[in-house]
């Protein structure tokens, strides 16, 4: 089946530890996202890339890194440098950065001890 | 960031009763989506729109992309148990990056 896979669904973390959350897509698209939500927030932008290779800075990126090396993968890294890190992680894609249908994984909930 | 106004922000209703709920933007946009999203899950995209006055239906869901671009309605008509969750919706225009998701209404249903 077509679709976006996030993982790991739970992640504990403890401070000043760097963690990895993964994101495959094998829908063929272009652009990919990664949100963070929080409880009466919505979501909130960290980074999206448009391309392989290519990445930018979303609306909260500090704290955060992403790699872009394959089509199909945008790996999210939640650095020790993230103040706030305990949230729910939700990755994305769509066939064009703002364009078309946007899909999200199931979500990766990151929680820090 | 920028949010879209989403009303109403909260529906408790009796199953089998009908559900309204809008999305407003101050900026147009040439898609709107409808998305639910149920506790620890990753939103589920209901239903897509591309044009202006397009009404477009999946299963019991109804969604109406506005005439000035700037809104967008989605109803659900005989409403069950499992319809409960929060919706939102969410707009974007070619050449940019960005999507723009509306604050969420959190629909409750009572059997």
């Known amino acids: 089946d077509g679709g976006i896979t996030q993982s790991p669904k739970y992640l504990f973390r403890k401070e000043g530890q760097n963690v990895t959350l993964s994101c495959e897509q094998n829908?063929?698209?272009?652009?990919m996202y990664w949100y963070r939500q929080d409880p009466g927030q919505g979501l909130r932008l960290i980074y999206y890339s448009q391309i392989v290779n290519d990445f930018q800075k979303g609306d909260i990126a500090e704290g955060y890194s992403v790699s872009r090396e394959k089509k199909e993968s945008f790996p999210l890294t939640v650095t020790s440098a993230q103040k706030n890190p305990t949230a729910f992680y939700l990755c994305a894609s769509s066939i064009g950065a703002g364009t078309g249908e946007l899909f999200f994984g199931e979500g990766s909930r990151l929680t820090v001890l | 960031g920028q949010q879209l106004n989403q009303s109403p922000q909260s529906m408790f209703i009796q199953e089998g009763e009908d559900v309204s709920m809008n999305c407003t933007s101050s900026?147009?946009?040439?898609?709107w989506l409808w998305y639910k999203q149920e506790p620890g899950e990753g939103p589920v995209l209901l239903i897509a729109l591309y044009k202006a006055g397009e009404l477009t239906s999946n299963g019991r869901l109804t969604a109406q992309f506005g005439i000035t671009r700037k809104d967008s309605f989605l109803n659900i008509s005989a409403s069950i148990p499992s319809d409960v969750g929060i919706y939102f919706c969410?707009?974007?225009?070619?050449?940019?990056?960005?999507?723009?998701f509306g604050t969420g209404t959190r629909l409750k249903v009572l059997a």
């Open positions: 829908l063929n698209h272009d652009a």
């Open positions: 900026s147009i946009f040439n898609t």
């Open positions: 969410a707009g974007s225009t070619s050449g940019t990056y960005k999507y723009i």
